[in-house]
C-alpha cells in the first residue's frame, strides 16, 4: 500500500540524514499529508523499541520485509489504527500478529510499564517535553526580514519584539520573535507549521534549526570571495553562505551523493542562488593547487557525522557500544581527512567546522589532532555570550543542545590561518609551542571575526592584552630573523 511504502522510504532517507522528516513528507507529494507525517512520525519515534520487537521475533527472516517497512507495518498494527493495506503483507503481519502482540508485553513487563510511551527512551520522552521552537531563517536573497515580518503579522502572528534572552525564545501560540544572535532568524512557537506557506514555496524563509545557520553565518565571508563548501547537499548552509555573499563572487559546493545533489541543485534554484557550481566529487579528491581554486579564501566544513545531536534521531541510537565505538572512530577519522585537506588549499583564510554530533571524538578531538598536524593555524573565539562551549580546554568553540540554547545539538569551530604561518612551519621551536591544545595556547586568536563583536566583556580584552604582550618578544626576535634573511637574500 503507497502509504507504508512511502512512510518506509522517508524513515530510511530521515535515518540517512537525508533530510528532516517533516520537509520530506512535504517535499512526498504524497496525497495524505497528514496522515503520511502523523504515521511517518509516530513510528520514528518508537522506531528503537519495533526495533527490539522485529529483532527478538526474526520478523524480517520470517517475511523477507525490509527494516523501515517492518517497522511501519509493525507500529500500525501494535500502536496505531490497526493495518490499512491487504494482500500479502497483511497475512503476513497477521501470521505474526500474536508473537509480536506477546514480545511487545514481554518488554513492559520486563521494564515495570504498563503504557507505550513509557517504553520510549529518555532521551525520547524529554524531547516531547522540550520541544526546540520552530526557526525561520529569512533568505536575503528574495526579500528582507521586515517583508517577512509584515508578512506574518498580515498572516495573523503577533511579533513581540527582539529576543534579549535565550528563554524570549520559548513561544506559544502565534506569537514570534527575532533572534537575538543571528540577524535573519525569527523564532515562532514550537508547533507552527510554515511547510505548505506560500513564502516557503517562493524560497523566502529557509525553515533551518538556528545551530545549523551558526556556520556560515560565523564564517561570514565577504560579497566577492572565494569560497568552498566541502561537504554541502541538502544545501541548506550553501544557499545562506550565498545570501551572505550576496551572490557575488564564486561558490564551490561538492558532495558525493548525486540524489542529494540534485535536491540541492533545486532547492539553490528556489532560493534563487546564482554563484555556485555544484560537482558531483570527492572533496578529498579535490586538488587543492588546482588554478580554479587557487583563490578561496574561506571554506566551510560539515561532514557527515553520527547525528546524535538530531533529537530526532536519538532513539535510533545501536545498542551495541563497541560497533558504535568503531562507528565513531572511522567518522572522527575521515572527519579529520576532511579538515587537513580543507587546511592545504593555497589562499585559505578561515575554515569553518562543524558537526550535528554531541559526541567529543568528533568536535574537540578531532580539532585537537588537526591543530597539532597543522601548526599554521588557531582557533578563533567565537561568539563570547553564547552559553554553551566546546569542552575544554577547547572553549573558543561553540556547543549548542536542546536544554541550553534550545536548537539540536551541534559544534562549530572556526579555524584562521596565522599571519605568519609560513614562518611557523619553518621555525621548528615555533612550531613546538603551536601544537599544545591548551587555553593559553598560542593556536588560540581571541577575537571574532569583524561582523561578530558582540558586546565586549572586560575579561576578554584582558586575555588578548596578555596574550599580545607575552608574543611581543617572539615578535621582536621574528622581526630581527626576518631583516637577516632579507640581507642573505639580497647578499645571494
Ligand atoms: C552533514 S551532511 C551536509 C549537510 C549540508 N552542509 C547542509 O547544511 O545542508 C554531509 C554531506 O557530506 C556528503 N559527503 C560525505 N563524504 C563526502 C566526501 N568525501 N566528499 C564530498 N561530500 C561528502 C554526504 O553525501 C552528505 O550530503
Known amino acids: 500500500m503507497a502509504l507504508y511504502l512511502k512512510a518506509a522510504q522517508i524513515l530510511e532517507k530521515a535515518e540517512k540524514k537525508q533530510g528532516a522528516l517533516k520537509t520530506l513528507v512535504y517535499d512526498s507529494k504524497f496525497s495524505n499529508?497528514?496522515?503520511?507525517?502523523?504515521?511517518?512520525?509516530?513510528?520514528?519515534?518508537?522506531?528503537?523499541?519495533?526495533?527490539?520487537i522485529i529483532e527478538s521475533t526474526k520478523l524480517l527472516k520470517h517475511t523477507k520485509l525490509k527494516m523501515p517497512l517492518a517497522k511501519v507495518l509493525v507500529y500500525d498494527l501494535l500502536m496505531g489504527q490497526g493495518l490499512k493495506c491487504g494482500g500479502?503483507?497483511?497475512?503476513?503481519?497477521m501470521k505474526h500478529r500474536p508473537r509480536l502482540q506477546a514480545e511487545l508485553a514481554r518488554m513492559k513487563v520486563r521494564q515495570k510499564v504498563s503504557r507505550n510511551e513509557d517504553l520510549l527512551p529518555a532521551s525520547a520522552q524529554q524531547s516531547d517535553q522540550h520541544q526546540l521552537p520552530r526557526y525561520v531563517r529569512v533568505n536575503t536573497l528574495m526579500t528582507t526580514v521586515e517583508d517577512v515580518m509584515d508578512c506574518m503579522k498580515r498572516d495573523g502572528f503577533t511579533y513581540l519584539g527582539q529576543a534579549v534572552r535565550l528563554d524570549n525564545l520559548n513561544l506559544k501560540g502565534k506569537n514570534f520573535v527575532r533572534d537575538l544572535h543571528l540577524p535573519e532568524l525569527l523564532a515562532f512557537s514550537p508547533k507552527t507549521d510554515f511547510h505548505d506557506h506560500f513564502l516557503y514555496k517562493a524560497g523566502h524563509i529557509i525553515l533551518q534549526d538556528k545551530a545549523s545557520c551558526l556556520p556560515a553565518h560565523l564564517l561570514n565571508p565577504p560579497p566577492g570571495s572565494h569560497v568552498l563548501d566541502a561537504?554541502?547537499?541538502?544545501g541548506n548552509k550553501t544557499s545562506h553562505l550565498a545570501a551572505i555573499m550576496k551572490n557575488k563572487?564564486?561558490?564551490?559546493?561538492?558532495?558525493?551523493?548525486?540524489?542529494?545533489?540534485?535536491?540541492?541543485s533545486t532547492l539553490l534554484l528556489?532560493?534563487?542562488?546564482?554563484c555556485h557550481q555544484l560537482a558531483n566529487q570527492d572533496f578529498l579528491k579535490v586538488d587543492p593547487d588546482c588554478p580554479q581554486y587557487k583563490d578561496v579564501e574561506y571554506i566551510l566544513l560539515d561532514p557527515s557525522c553520527s547525528g546524535s545531536g538530531m533529537m530526532c534521531l536519538r532513539d535510533n541510537a545501536p545498542a551495541d557500544e563497541e560497533k558504535e565505538e568503531a562507528r565513531l572512530a572511522s567518522l572522527a577519522s575521515f572527519q579529520l581527512r576532511c579538515l587537513n585537506h580543507g587546511l592545504r588549499f593555497p589562499r585559505l583564510k578561515r575554515l569553518v567546522y562543524s558537526t550535528c554530533s554531541i559526541h567529543r571524538q568528533e568536535n574537540e578531538e578531532v580539532i585537537a589532532a588537526c591543530l597539532k598536524e597543522n601548526p599554521g593555524f588557531r582557533l578563533v573565539r567565537l561568539l563570547p555570550q553564547w552559553p554553551e562551549r566546546g569542552l575544554e580546554p577547547l572553549s573558543q568553540c561553540l556547543r549548542a543542545s536542546v536544554t541550553t540554547t534550545l536548537t539540536h545539538g551541534f559544534f562549530v569551530a572556526l579555524l584562521e590561518k596565522h599571519k605568519d604561518a609560513?614562518?611557523?612551519?619553518?621555525?621548528?621551536?615555533v612550531q613546538k609551542s603551536n601544537v599544545e591544545v591548551t587555553p593559553s595556547d598560542s593556536s588560540v586568536v581571541e577575537g571574532e571575526p569583524a561582523a561578530l563583536v558582540e558586546n565586549s566583556d572586560p575579561e576578554e580584552k584582558l586575555t588578548s592584552a596578555a596574550a599580545e604582550t607575552e608574543t611581543s618578544p617572539n615578535k621582536k626576535k621574528r622581526k630581527k630573523r626576518k631583516n637577516k634573511q632579507k640581507t642573505t637574500e639580497k647578499a645571494d
Not at 88 to 93: C, L, N, R, V
Not at 231 to 234: E, I, K, Q, Y
Open 88 to 93: 500479502s503483507w497483511k497475512s503476513a503481519m
Open 249 to 264: 563572487g564564486r561558490l564551490f559546493a561538492f558532495d558525493l551523493d548525486a540524489k542529494r545533489l540534485a535536491t540541492m
Open 33 to 52: 499529508i497528514k496522515q503520511l507525517f502523523a504515521l511517518a512520525c509516530e513510528t520514528q519515534k518508537y522506531s528503537c523499541v519495533l526495533q527490539q
Open 270 to 274: 528556489r532560493a534563487g542562488v546564482t
Open 231 to 234: 561537504c554541502a547537499a541538502p
Open 422 to 429: 609560513e614562518r611557523v612551519k619553518n621555525t621548528p621551536g
